[in-house]
């Protein structure tokens, strides 16, 4: 879910910056007092799962599919 103020822990995150009627889209870091990005603050951002996260997200749901 996308989220727009301070990230509530230090990390990766999915960053927007609005640009004319669009998005640009890029990888930052909170550090827990400032963003490291290229871009500077962004206008909203979303947690970034790692591929370990998201492949036990993906087998449980597969698991819960199969025992329909």
Known sequence: MWQTGTPLKVGWYLCAWRLGDGYVYSVG??????????????HTFQEIKSPDEQDKMLDELHETQNLK
């Open 29 to 42: 870091k909170w550090d827990g007092s400032e963003w490291i990005s290229r871009m500077g603050e962004p």
